[in-house]
């Protein structure tokens, strides 16, 4: 790294350290000690308490108060997974569907207010956090006036909900009410759920956990006791079913070897193993050691006032310095951060919930030595290296560290941030489409929902001593791994974009420099269902006509087996560089299942009524088109709309505030020349769709016509 690593570390506002001091007086007189005060056991589950006195017992900031103002009752609790998730979105949903909307505070509370008059138990609690990740929570606990109930949101939680759900619902991260929680199931859940844990809860300090419940117990995401044992646990979910699978996540990804994972699942009949808790003594990357590389990071940017307030000695403390993330040094990896023109971050910004993933082993490795974390960054502005934006933003980043059993003085204890060590920029993400066709005489038979993977891979690579994107020279890429043809997709330069990489071939055979794929895709396809019915596709409906040059592009079957399509999954490139026969190879993972087209099509979706008119025919010549959408509270990132038809492509807007604090836009211009269509044309008609991304995965969401 930089020598100016000093001067890059002038970044935040020093948190201040609030200390409440109690003075008093008395006489000459000798005080008599009062008795003492019970101390309630705080694993026991809480009762109602009262809504006026909710906010100051709790500990609730203002910010964390929402839902409806004149509220006479309420539900409130703390949100975490891997950390307290601070400034998260809080949506509460009642059994008639009604919906409350509000955020948690700085310290993972909330509290949602709401007319009891108006609400019709059970009710469901679900938390977003910045990267689109949902957990929920439910309680069977009467509600009364004046009254809140403890409803807390965290991954244990969410498997109780889970576990709950009637048979209709593919997971809780899809489309219910609290109509939808079956509740002579959910004492069991939580018998089942503690006594998956309950040795672990143990040796986390916590003996007796006879009286702990998980979602009315009141408990701190400190990592310690209970929150120890949330530490050591991996949240992901059943790629068929959507359901909420808990796993091991200090034991290292067991990976076969055709990529797929085995994850260590734990349940009643599996508990989580006492020597995989995230306790001080392991020498994973626990919460201790991650918070306090948090804490310092945080600390060093909010000095500006000391350029030495972080010293270069450091450097090596936090960073290595040989530091490698898909081609790109510390600096230009985190460039959005420390966008000022001295490289310097952004005063005011914050990295917060940082979230421990999963181990593996960097290549030659003997032990788990590299630990993947999300991070979520909030910034109240970019510098000019970022352009120069003034509103507040607010991401996620994935940070790999390194274990470090031999430096002393690490800020991460025996871990330090290394990178992935890829020499290109590239990533496998899972990725779905829901199109809808809003002609009623084909929208049965032409809407629909596909599965698939993307390769998103930049034709160009940093150079540290330029410190500019040089181009990548690659030719060809093939890729292998899980769900794709076993001898390999093959991706080439789209002869109509620029810049981008797109299906040849599901062959596996290498082109010839210079050979061009006609293939608008990036995405290989798996399996799809017709929307909103959830019935599969026919083979032959995958692009309408089976013997088109696009056929390719989709896998030989909708069929595909989904069940091994887990989180953490190994992918494979080869990278054919211009003038070489030789592939470079490197390998990635997945962050999240493919999840079932069967199961997905129950997502919350944006609401694309405002633009039917936009594509329903006819239509004039126009040379822009104003897109427009109803947000869901519980759908996906909206980072950008397009609108597309056969003669001009698919011309895009970025959103402005796709990533702001509190998106709330609901339109947005795109400027293309379109011609006019007219009613009886068939296809011409106009395509308008969103796209975004949420739980580490790539969504679009479209509706068209056509005839």
């Not at 006479?72 to 009642?94: E, P």
């Not at 929150?227 to 068929?240: F, G, K, Q």
């Not at 030659?364 to 003034?390: C, K």
């Amino acid at each position: 790294m930089a020598q100016h690593f000093a001067l890059t570390l002038r970044w935040w506002v020093v948190p201040a350290i609030l200390a409440l001091a109690a003075c008093g007086g008395g006489s000459s007189e000798p005080a008599v000690a009062p008795a003492p005060i019970p101390t309630p056991d705080p694993l026991v589950a809480s009762e109602l308490i009262d809504l006026a006195k909710a906010q100051v017992i709790w500990e609730i900031a203002d910010i964390g108060v929402g839902g409806d103002a004149d509220g006479d009752a309420g539900a409130s609790g703390g949100a975490g997974d891997g950390s307290a998730l601070k400034r998260a979105s809080v949506v509460l949903i009642d059994a008639a569907g009604k919906v409350l909307t509000g955020q948690t505070d700085d310290n993972g509370r909330y509290l949602i207010k709401f007319k009891l008059a108006q609400i019709k138990v059970p009710l469901v609690l679900k938390v977003v956090d910045a990267g689109g990740s949902v957990l929920a929570s439910t309680t069977d606990q009467a509600l009364a006036m004046g009254k809140v109930a403890r409803i807390n949101i965290n991954p244990l939680t969410d498997k109780i909900v889970s576990d709950s759900l009637k048979s209709s619902v593919s997971g809780t991260d899809k489309s219910f009410t609290g109509a939808d929680i079956d509740l002579s199931k959910l004492a069991m859940a939580k018998t089942n759920l503690i006594a998956s844990i309950q040795a672990a809860l143990a040796t986390a300090g916590i003996a007796d956990a006879s009286k702990f419940d998980p979602v009315q117990s009141v408990y701190n995401y400190d990592g310690k006791g209970i929150d120890a044992v949330i530490e050591s646990i991996s949240h992901t979910r059943d790629p068929v079913t959507g359901a909420t699978v808990l796993t091991a996540k200090l034991t290292g990804v067991v990976t076969n070897t055709d990529g797929t994972t085995v994850p260590t699942v734990i349940s009643s009949a599996t508990p989580l193993a006492t020597t995989q808790v995230a306790i001080d003594s392991n020498p994973a990357l626990t919460f201790s050691k991650i918070t306090a590389w948090v804490n310092y990071l945080n600390g060093c940017l909010a000095t500006t006032a000391a350029p030495n307030a972080c010293p270069d000695a450091d450097q090596s403390k936090l960073v290595s310095a040989d530091y490698l993330q898909n081609s790109k040094d510390f600096d230009e990896d985190f460039s959005t951060l420390f966008s000022e023109s001295d490289r310097s971050g952004i005063k005011g910004s914050v990295i917060s919930n940082p979230n421990i993933l999963f181990f593996t082993r960097y290549s030659g490795s003997t032990i788990d030595d590299a630990a993947v974390v999300e991070v979520t960054i909030r910034q109240p502005r970019t510098g000019p290296l970022a352009g120069n934006q003034t509103a507040p933003l607010e991401y996620t980043k994935v940070l790999v560290f390194k274990r470090d059993d031999v430096t002393a003085g690490l800020k991460a204890g025996n871990w330090v941030l290394y990178g992935n060590r890829k020499a290109f920029n590239w990533s496998v993400i899972p990725r779905y489409f829901t199109f809808q066709n809003i002609n009623p005489l084909l929208e049965a038979d032409w809407s629909r929902t596909t599965s698939g993977f993307r390769l998103s891979f930049s034709p160009s690579v940093f150079d540290r001593n330029s410190r500019t994107y040089a181009s990548a020279n690659v030719y060809a890429i093939r890729l292998k791994g899980p769900g794709l043809p076993a001898s390999g997709v093959v991706f080439a330069p789209y002869s109509l974009g620029a810049n981008t990489f797109s299906v040849l071939n599901k062959t596996g055979v290498i082109p010839a420099e210079g050979v061009k794929s006609n293939n608008a895709q990036t995405d290989f396809r798996i399996a799809g269902v017709v929307f909103p019915t959830g019935a599969s596709i026919p083979p032959e409906r995958w692009q309408g006509n089976p013997a088109g040059s696009n056929s390719a592009v989709y896998s030989d079957t909708q069929f595909a087996d989904l069940s091994q399509l887990q989180a953490y999954n190994v992918y494979t490139a080869e990278f054919y560089k211009n003038g070489s026969a030789t592939p470079i190879v490197e390998t990635t993972r997945i962050l999240a299942p493919l999840e079932s087209p069967v199961a997905y099509v129950k997502r919350p979706l944006h609401d694309l009524t405002p633009s039917h008119a936009l594509v329903s025919p006819p239509q004039a010549a126009s040379t822009s088109t104003l897109v427009q959408w109803v947000r869901n509270p519980l759908g996906v990132r909206i980072e950008s709309a397009f609108v597309g038809s056969s003669s001009v492509g698919y011309p895009s807007a970025n959103i402005p505030d796709a990533f702001a604090l509190n998106a709330a836009s609901t339109s947005v211009l795109i400027t293309a020349n379109f011609p006019a269509t007219d009613a009886n044309t068939p296809g011409t008609a106009r395509e308008i769709g969103l796209f975004g991304t949420a739980a580490r995965a790539q969504f679009n969401q479209s509706i068209y016509w056509s005839k």
